[in-house]
């Protein structure tokens, strides 16, 4: 079925289709035409992009009555506003009056206000709460880190009022240092009081004492005053404490009854023992007394130190003297006054213990006993200490307790030694001496005196008992004969010097016994040299030949004519000789049998022998160096026959005898021949 159109129709819908074309054509053409460089473009755009519109057809088609819906709410919008500042202005204007009327008053609440914040500000700086004061003052508040940290609050407020002395009113500043100073004393008052009542129920022996104290401790030396004070009152509980435990221990009063504990007073028959006990309580006490105040006082390093010249500088007067504070310098000084109960009671048990002693060596002992405690303190206490003083003049009594014993003991022993003892041998007294002698020395070894020093010191305790009895010794010797005298000395010097040489501190008298043992020594050798030339017939011929010179050959001649040299005097001393030689040794150590180091005896006749063969050698020489030259004489036909054949002559019956021997009869024969033994065959026989 076929529609009809009217004849326009095409035509219409031909130009309706151009239009639309063209239409659209203009508004894509506008539409790209458009610069977004335009603000308002931007602005459009982002109004856009703001509102959220999605890009719909329904959108599309209500944007435009949307916006203008928003255009007409925010006018409405402006319009209300404009009327409300209508009524505010209206308002304002009806009530300009009653504004102007309270300007003055708000302007005074604002200054009241800045006033308020001002004086709250003030009073949080320079003035203490009630709560902190009664935390600060009060005895009824307990001591806790609350109260230091109060009492460093007042501090700063103390030192904050400096700044208000520096404004042109100088009263309120004036007030406030006042009064911070009252509350600081106050505070101060407080800690010290606390700390007293601390101290007294401190248990030193604790090793882990309060760190509170300390603390508290070194507050407190920022009030030097006050520090002292405290140190005071602590150093005399502290010498009750220690008084009494030096009694309990002597006593055993403590011991509850304990049987394994032994009082000090249990070994009071021995001084020794005694003294000891005694010392080593003491010398223990010291040790505890001085760790256990360092770990209280000085623990902190320096602080107490840095408190206490803080102090001084607060407190101008308390340190008019400009002394510093040293801290080891004060342990030492409140140690050693804690312990002056001890040691006036140490001085005078000790006193006690020594005093009814009447044997040197003990005494001794316990003064080197006192002497090497008294070093060992020095080390823990001030030198000038009270324990040590009183152990400086208890070693003095001592020293001078055991001197006069000692005297009276050397003067009983060089008494008894009036004759010597049989066999020379060393006398007991000695022996005693010696025995005493090397005990001191042991004693002495032990203890802490400087090596440098040793010798000087020990020198009058030698002097005393040694030296004396050496005397006694040297003048009983000079009694006696030789060779008597020098063995007597050699058996008492010997032991002497066995007892000494271990220790380098009696070096002085070791040196003194070998100059008289040396001495004494060559005085043997001397009597046995002289022994072997007068048993052995040679002294004879050595007095003579020692004297001449015997320069030439004519002094050789002389020597023919003396009578030690004809043939009956050789051959009588060659005859002794032979006799000598075979127990020589024997006869000579038989000299000597009193020594009673063989040793000795048997190197000093080694020596004499020596000598004697020397000497002998000595006689051969000068006998050959004459037959030489009476023999060259002979040959050569000179004078010197005469005195040959004299020589030979003189004594015909010993010529014949020696020609006998030789199994022929010649004129002369040669000295030589009557004394024929040889230097060699004498060192052999005497070796």
Not at 209 to 225: C, K, M, V
Not at 233 to 253: C, M, N, Q
Not at 381 to 393: G, I, K, N, T, Y
Not at 512 to 541: C, E, K, M, W
């Amino acid at each position: 079925m076929s529609k009809d159109y009217p004849e326009d129709y095409d035509e219409k819908t031909t130009s309706l289709a151009g239009q639309r074309s063209l239409a659209l054509s203009n508004k894509l053409s506008g539409v790209l035409s458009v610069s977004y460089a335009d603000p308002e473009i931007r602005d459009a755009l982002r109004l856009l992009d703001l509102k959220n519109i999605q890009n719909t057809p329904d959108s599309r088609r209500s944007i435009r009555s949307d916006l203008q819906k928003d255009v007409m709410e925010c006018n409405s919008s402006i319009v209300q506003e404009f009327g409300q500042v209508a009524e505010v202005d209206g308002a304002r204007q009806e009530n300009a009056p009653i504004l102007d009327e309270l300007s003055p008053l708000l302007k005074d609440k604002e200054d009241l206000d800045k006033k308020k914040q001002l004086l709250v500000a003030f009073n949080k700086r320079f003035v203490l709460p009630e709560k902190d004061l009664t935390v600060l003052t009060s005895t009824s508040e307990a001591m806790n880190a609350e109260f230091f940290a109060v009492l460093d609050r007042t501090k700063q407020i103390h030192a904050d009022c400096q700044v208000l002395l520096g404004s042109e009113n100088q009263r309120l500043g004036l007030e406030l240092m006042d009064q911070s100073s009252r509350q600081l004393n106050n505070g101060y008052q407080k800690l010290h009081r606390w700390i007293q009542k601390e101290f007294k129920a401190l248990d030193l022996e604790n090793p882990q004492i309060n760190a509170f104290i300390r603390r508290s401790l070194r507050t407190l030396a920022e009030r030097p005053a006050l520090f002292e004070s405290c140190l005071d009152s602590f150093s005399e509980a502290r010498k009750h404490v220690l008084t009494d435990g030096f009694y309990h221990a002597l006593t055993g009063s403590s011991a509850h009854g304990d049987p394994t504990f032994k009082p000090i007073e249990f070994h009071a028959h021995d001084a020794l023992r005694f003294t000891s006990d005694i010392l080593a309580w003491t010398h223990s006490a010291t040790v505890s007394e001085r760790e256990s105040l360092e770990s209280l006082f000085i623990s902190e390093g320096d602080e107490i130190a840095k408190s206490i010249r803080a102090g001084r500088q607060s407190e101008p007067w308390s340190a008019l003297d400009g002394e510093s504070f040293d801290g080891r310098k004060a342990l030492y000084s409140l140690v050693n006054r804690n312990m002056t109960g001890v040691a006036r009671a140490l001085r005078q048990r000790i006193e006690q213990a020594f005093q009814g002693q009447d044997d040197p060596l003990t005494i001794y002992k316990i003064a080197n006993l006192i002497s090497f405690y008294r070093v060992t303190l020095t080390t823990l206490l001030d030198p000038d200490s009270f324990v040590v003083e009183a152990l400086s003049s208890l070693e003095d009594v001592a020293l001078r307790q055991f001197a006069a014993s000692q005297s009276d003991q050397t003067a009983t022993i060089q008494a008894e030694l009036t004759h010597t003892p049989p066999e020379l041998s060393v006398p007991d007294a000695l022996e005693e001496t010696l025995t005493q002698v090397k005990a001191l020395m042991k004693s002495y070894e032990s203890s802490l005196v400087p090596v440098e020093s040793r010798e000087d010191t020990f020198k009058p305790i030698l002097s005393q008992t040694l030296t004396p009895v050496l005397e006694s010794c040297d003048r009983l010797a000079k009694d006696l004969e030789a060779p008597a005298a020098d063995i007597f000395l050699l058996n008492c010097y010997n032991p002497a010097r066995s007892t000494l040489q271990s220790f380098d501190f009696a070096q002085w008298l070791i040196d003194r016994i070998d100059q008289v043992v040396a001495s004494s020594t060559t005085n043997l050798i001397d009597y046995q040299q002289a022994f072997f030339l007068h048993v052995s017939g040679l002294h004879p011929l050595l007095t003579a030949l020692t004297p001449l010179t015997l320069s030439d050959d004519q002094d050789f001649l002389q020597v023919a004519h003396l009578a030690p040299f004809q043939p009956a005097a050789l051959l009588e001393a060659s005859q002794t000789l032979d006799d000598f030689l075979p127990s020589a040794l024997i006869d000579a150590l038989e000299n000597l049998k009193q020594l009673n180091n063989t040793r000795l005896a048997g190197d000093v006749t080694s020596e004499a022998a020596g000598r004697f063969c020397t000497d002998f050698e000595f006689v051969e020489t000068k006998l050959t160096a004459v037959d030489d030259v009476l023999a060259a004489r002979r040959e050569l036909g000179e004078s010197g026959t005469d005195d040959a054949d004299h020589v030979n002559q003189k004594d015909s019956g010993c010529q014949d005898k020696v020609n006998d021997q030789q199994g022929e009869k010649i004129g002369w024969v040669p000295l030589r021949s009557y004394y024929p033994r040889t230097s060699g065959e004498i060192r052999v026989l005497l070796s």
